[in-house]
């Protein structure tokens, strides 16, 4: 069980990095590249992407723990976000660092 509460530490967590350094990428004048939110910045600005994205990762988290009860591959999803999140905060490191910081 504590794996799994760390799966979804770790969903939050990278999350916050990803709002973190996509903030960061606008201030040094990088656009969102995700259609989605970028979509998003463009109609509601970047404090409505922000929250829109906040409310997708706490229902994201509390759907895979949900689904956990009767799908024993929930948390394989999970692992699985947790790691294409990973990859898109690095994608937006690799950006900024390439902006110049």
């Not at 895979?64 to 999803?77: G, K, P, T």
């Amino acid at each position: 069980m504590f794996e799994r509460l760390v799966l979804v530490w770790y969903w939050i967590g990278l999350n916050t990095l990803d709002l973190l350094t996509t903030n960061y990428g606008f201030q040094r004048g990088l656009i969102e590249a995700n259609p989605i939110p970028r979509w998003l910045v463009q109609h509601f600005g970047v404090a409505g992407m922000y929250a829109s994205k906040m409310v997708f990762t706490l229902i994201f988290a509390g759907v895979i723990v949900w689904l956990s009860r009767r799908y024993r591959y929930a948390w394989l999803a999970l692992g699985l976000a947790n790691l294409a999140l990973a990859l898109g905060i690095l994608t937006n490191v690799f950006l900024i660092v390439r902006s110049g910081l």
